[in-house]
């Protein structure tokens, strides 16, 4: 199979490129980003053939099966239908897109092309989830409550690895779109009642810095999810899973029981990292032709929960 990865530079195109290189029968043909510098550097140490700054540059290569997309927000349900339509199997970063209008187009294009298009919805992918996600699809757990933390500090566009970002992050279309799927992915159901708040907008950054967000499934499971960007401490997203029978706490690849004993994941995958996972899943699915877990398609709901609730902030 072979790959290119989009935003290479970046945070998480770095992470793709790790995770990739332990998967085997990948390889990594062309590498794309906005620094070209970089890229040649990244092309040299990886030992990658192609690089560019132009998207187009590596979707017009014989050597690309598929593409993943970290790039910024605001490009990927664009570079994503680019991706389809010029024939290249396509996994976008969450979220695949930043409104409801261009997520349907993804949909509507995938569906079109029949080729593979994926969301990276990683929280489906961490074994923390994924051993909830079992339990809860045996009968053995039954959720009756989630409550979300996701906490930053931020004040100016910065990645998670300190470096400066030339796009606006987003509390709602990016962060809470990881637990709004999560959420409903746990629970097998779409939320059928939504209700959100959020705090002043940055003067500088034009975005809201702190958001409350509240769901809940017709089967009656909630999902409270506090949102900050304004927290100056622990940082990170905490999951507070009350079940029927017992309370579960996962912090990233890492579960705790309500006693804060941990929870052995080792037989709950072939890694304990997110990312490699979400990307055997990816080119599990292409070589098998089937539809991947986190589809577009799967996660198109979650991008109607999203704006349903951005309709209540104009409330």
Wanted: negative net charge; charged residues 20%; aromatic residues 6%.
């Amino acid at each position: 199979m072979k790959i290119c990865v989009a935003g290479a530079s970046g945070a998480f195109g770095t992470k793709h490129l790790d995770a990739l290189g332990a998967i085997d029968d990948v390889l990594i043909t062309s590498i794309v980003g906005a620094d070209l510098d970089s890229l040649k550097d990244i092309a040299a140490e990886r030992n990658i053939p192609h690089y560019s700054t132009d998207l187009a540059d590596a979707l017009a290569c014989d050597d690309v099966d598929a593409v993943i997309l970290a790039t910024p927000t605001q490009l990927h349900a664009q570079q994503a239908i680019q991706c389809l339509e010029a024939g290249k199997h396509v996994m976008v970063e969450i979220p695949m897109a930043d409104n409801i209008e261009d997520a349907r187009r993804l949909v509507e294009v995938q569906q079109r092309t029949g080729l593979v298009a994926m969301a990276g919805h990683t929280r489906r992918f961490n074994p923390s989830h994924q051993w909830i996600h079992n339990k809860v699809v045996a009968g053995e757990l039954k959720i009756q409550q989630m409550d979300v933390q996701t906490y930053f500090f931020r004040r100016t566009n910065k990645n998670a690895l300190g470096q400066p970002r030339t796009w606006t992050d987003h509390l709602l279309w990016h962060h809470a779109c990881h637990t709004v799927d999560l959420f409903q992915y746990q629970t097998g159901e779409t939320a059928c009642k939504v209700q959100g708040m959020q705090g002043p907008e940055h003067p500088e950054l034009g975005i809201a810095m702190d958001m409350s967000i509240g769901m809940q499934v017709p089967g009656g499971a909630l999902c409270t999810l506090s949102l900050s960007f304004n927290n100056d401490g622990p940082l990170g997203t905490f999951f507070r899973y009350i079940c029927d029978n017992g309370t579960y706490i996962a912090r990233y690849d890492d579960l705790f029981d309500g006693y804060d004993n941990k929870i052995d994941l080792s037989d709950v995958a072939i890694s304990d990292n997110g990312i490699e996972l979400q990307d055997r899943e990816f080119i599990s699915a292409i070589l098998q032709g089937r539809e991947p877990n986190s589809s577009v398609a799967q996660c198109l709901p979650a991008m109607e929960t999203l704006y349903q609730i951005e309709q209540c902030f104009n409330r």
